[in-house]
């Protein structure tokens, strides 16, 4: 998988700032056809980006923005779908350094999230494809209030192009 993560966000409902990282990450879907063009799954997206925590340590952040919720596939012909879902929205934190040192963010922030979706099948045998698609998964993230700063709300946003495989 190919992926771009950005967040967007404001401290105190003025201000807005923005970054954007390259990413890596995985998605898994399991579910069934409900009519021969119409598929409904469970489905977990989550992209993944790393950069340095600057702290002369070698310590690297990781983020992740991860989609858990329902979704649906609509197959427009034989080799291109569409697909979309809400779900639960989490945003992640962890650290590592070269020193062997980790951690994990407790109370991750969560929210409301959806899953966009459109693929294209290149190759289908019997009841296995391979495809290639884009999904884009934004997850919105209510108000956290951060004392002398502050009250933040934000959006981090996942974008991936997947190379995949689906059991028809």
């Known amino acids: ?5 950005t967040k967007t966000g404001g ?18 879907g399991i579910g069934g056809f409900v009519s021969p ?17 600057n702290d002369g340590q ?9 989609f858990a919720g329902p979704s649906v596939q609509y ?9 979309g879902g809400i779900g639960y929205a989490i945003a992640h934190t962890s650290y590592t350094n070269d020193f062997g040192d980790t951690g994990d963010s407790i109370n991750d922030p969560t929210g409301v999230s959806l899953d966009l979706r459109a693929g294209y099948t ?39 192009v997947l190379f995949g495989y689906q059991y028809l």
Do not use: C, H
């Not at 063009?37 to 925590?53: E, F, G, Q």
């Not at 310590?59 to 991860?66: F, L, P, Q, V, W």
């Not at 197959?75 to 697909?83: A, M």
């Open 37 to 53: 063009n119409l598929a409904i799954t469970l489905r977990i997206a989550s992209v993944n980006y790393t950069y340095d925590a």
């Open 58 to 66: 070698g310590g690297r952040y990781t983020d992740s923005a991860i």
């Open 11 to 28: 401290l105190g409902g003025d201000s807005t700032s923005s970054d954007s990282r390259a990413a890596l990450g995985g998605n898994i």
């Open 75 to 83: 197959w427009v012909n034989q080799n291109l779908w569409v697909g």
């Open 122 to 160: 290149f190759w289908k045998q019997f009841r296995n494809s391979l495809n290639v698609s884009a999904e884009y998964t934004p997850g919105f993230y209510g108000e956290d209030d951060l004392g002398a700063l502050g009250k933040v709300s934000y959006q981090l946003n996942g974008f991936a």
């Open 1 to 5: 998988m190919v992926a771009r993560s």
